[in-house]
């Protein structure tokens, strides 16, 4: 199984910047794209960023210019940095990693537990 840990969340005020951290560990043979989802009060999951494992990157419009996507692949580490944060960009943020535990095995997604993030205006 592979494990996914977040940390980073908090409460920040509108105009701030937070960074969040995501660690993958366990029985890991390859990890392909890393991502960031997040899901507010009464809406559903929607995708933040997600990186590849040739570090290409995609954006949710919404945070295109505010939010940077990175990774380190030699720790199986995934970040993303928001910037200017608005009050809309509260949510819950998960983490999502597309892995195989063994070569013989098929990818499948793991999600870590979620870091919760509040703007207040």
């Known amino acids: 199984q592979v494990q996914l840990v977040e940390s980073g969340g908090g409460l920040v005020q509108a105009g701030g910047s937070l960074r969040l951290s995501c660690a993958a560990s366990g029985t890991i043979f390859s990890i392909n794209a890393m991502g960031w989802y997040r899901q507010a009060p009464g809406k559903q999951r929607e995708l933040v960023a997600i990186?590849?494992?040739?570090?290409?990157?995609n954006y949710a419009d919404t945070v295109k210019g505010r939010f940077t996507i990175s990774r380190d692949s030699a720790k199986n580490t995934v970040y993303l940095q928001m910037n200017s944060l608005k009050p809309e960009d509260t949510a819950v943020y998960y983490c999502?990693?597309?892995?195989?535990?063994?070569?013989?095995?098929?990818?499948?997604?793991?999600w870590g537990q979620g870091t919760p993030v509040t703007v207040s205006s």
């Open positions: 999502n990693a597309v892995g195989r535990t063994q070569s013989w095995s098929l990818p499948r997604d793991y």
């Open positions: 990186i590849s494992n040739g570090a290409g990157t």
